[in-house]
Structure formats: structure tokens, C-alpha cells
């Protein structure tokens, strides 16, 4: 079965950047949509960038101009640059892979990221 395993969280201060990636295994990572959500404590989990296969991307309007979600088909891996970052981006990261035919869908088990002085 299709496996998400992301990276890249830590703590970081107010202005500064961070990258995630997110390694997908067990399947045609090609032949998936990819996106990136996040949780912050107390509240629903939330779309923040997705990529489509032929790699469009779309974003939450509170983080455009701020991430870069891309893809990397040849080393199976999907990155979220995150720059200005903001306390209110404190959250929990998750990694989401569909696949565009079946709509199967897999998560990552998120990577935490804490905006911080």
C-alpha cells in the first residue's frame, strides 16, 4: 500500500522559512494529487497547498504568496517552501496523496511546525 512519511518540521522563528517534503513509496507517486494540510490544536485540519499531476498548484488564501508547494516525480517527494512564516502557522503538517483515477487517498503521520520567538 501506497506510504507517506514527511520531514522538514521543527521550531522556527516569526519571519523566518522552512522546508517539509514528504516521501511517497508504494505506489506511481506520478499518478497522485498531492497536498498538504495542517492542524492546529482545537482546530479541523485545513487545506494549506495541493498539486495536481500535470503540477498546478493551488493555495489557501492565508498562505499565498508565502509557500511554494512542488513535486519532484523522480525521487518520489512532494516539498512545502514556507517563508514570512507567522505564528498563526503554527500547526501540525500532513502530507496527502489521492490518486486521480481510483480517489484512493493516503496521510502522512504530520510533522510538527512552531512559529516562535
Known amino acids: 500500500q501506497v506510504q507517506l512519511v514527511e520531514s522538514g518540521g521543527g521550531l522556527v522563528q516569526p519571519g523566518g522559512s522552512l522546508r517539509l517534503s514528504c516521501v511517497v513509496s508504494?505506489?506511481?507517486?506520478?499518478?497522485?494529487?498531492m497536498g498538504w494540510y495542517r492542524q492546529a490544536p482545537g482546530n479541523e485540519r485545513e487545506l494549506v497547498a495541493r498539486i495536481s499531476v500535470n503540477g498546478r498548484a493551488t493555495y489557501a488564501e492565508s498562505v499565498k504568496g508565502r509557500f511554494t508547494i512542488s513535486r519532484d516525480n523522480d525521487k518520489n517527494t512532494v516539498y512545502l517552501q514556507m517563508s514570512s512564516l507567522k505564528p498563526e502557522d503554527t500547526a501540525v503538517y500532513y502530507c496527502?496523496?489521492?490518486?486521480?483515477?481510483?480517489?484512493?487517498?493516503?496521510w502522512g503521520q504530520g510533522t510538527q511546525v512552531t512559529v516562535s520567538s
Open positions: 508504494g505506489d506511481i507517486f506520478a499518478l497522485y494529487t
Open positions: 496527502k496523496g489521492t490518486h486521480y483515477i481510483t480517489e484512493n487517498t493516503a
